[in-house]
T-cell receptor, first 113, second 116 residues
Framework: AQKVTQAQTEISVVEKEDVTLDCVYE???????LFWYKQPPSGELVFLIR??????QNEISGRYSWNFQKSTSSFNFTITASQVVDSAVYFC??????????FGTGTRLQVTL | DTGVSQDPRHKITKRGQNVTFRCDPI?????LYWYRQTLGQGPEFLTY????????KSRLLSDRFSAERPKGSFSTLEIQRTEQGDSAMYLC??????????????FGPGTRLTVL
């Protein structure tokens, strides 16, 4: 069975601080994909990134960066210089041989001025 | 391109009533997924279609739930004899997938169901 754990339920930071959201996963599949989605207060899940299990290169997109470490089964997400618009619930998700996504319970990020 | 759309956005019903939700995927997407999300939790998979074929159903999908995608385009999710435990956000996602590849799912705004 697949499992995604996001141990941080809620994080509060002041604008311009850096913040890292943790994600740990479990799977028996040798080929799998990891995702991050953002869910703002409006409720719609917004796709942020997808990585496959064979590509451990870190990725940076503007203020966002992702650190994938297979050795620790982690796929962490860092927001640099956070902004109020980053306030949302962030979900880490996993898919393997099955097409369905398995989500974590999410981390609520609150960025204040 | 328009994104995934869902209708209605909100539905309030009384226990025992039937409800039907509609999802219109992104044009040309061949896969369509339904998920359910309760407060404070991540979305949970319910079922998915590739074109008009329903390929997988979760054990969460009791006999009171039925989903269709008759022409491989829009999909409907019907809940019969609603119960208070059915109160949740119902999310639809769509994707385009080629054989032996994986897909990225794009989500709609959801339908929030409240059963009184």
């Amino acid at each position: 069975a697949q499992k995604v754990t996001q141990a941080q339920t809620e994080i509060s930071v002041v604008e311009k601080e850096d913040v890292t959201l943790d994600c740990v996963y479990e799977t028996r599949d040798t080929t799998y994909y990891l995702f991050w989605y953002k869910q703002p207060p409006s409720g719609e899940l917004v796709f942020l990134i997808r990585r496959n299990s064979f590509d451990e290169q870190n990725e940076i997109s503007g203020r966002y960066s992702w650190n994938f470490q297979k050795s620790t089964s982690s796929f962490n997400f860092t927001i640099t210089a956070s902004q109020v618009v980053d306030s949302a619930v962030y979900f880490c998700a996993l898919t393997g041989t099955a097409s369905k996504l398995t989500f974590g319970t999410g981390t609520r990020l609150q960025v204040t001025l | 391109d328009t994104g995934v759309s869902q209708d209605p956005r909100h539905k309030i019903t009384k226990r025992g009533q039937n409800v039907t939700f509609r999802c219109d995927p992104i044009s040309e997407h061949n896969r369509l997924y339904w998920y359910r999300q309760t407060l404070g939790q991540g979305p949970e998979f319910l079922t998915y279609f590739q074109n008009e074929a329903q390929l997988e159903k979760s054990r969460l999908l009791s006999d009171r739930f039925s989903a269709e995608r008759p022409k491989g385009s829009f999909s409907t999710l019907e809940i019969q004899r609603t119960e208070q435990g059915d109160s949740a956000m119902y999310l639809c996602a769509s994707s385009f997938v080629l054989a032996r590849s994986t897909d990225t799912q794009y989500f709609g705004p959801g339908t929030r169901l409240t059963v009184l």
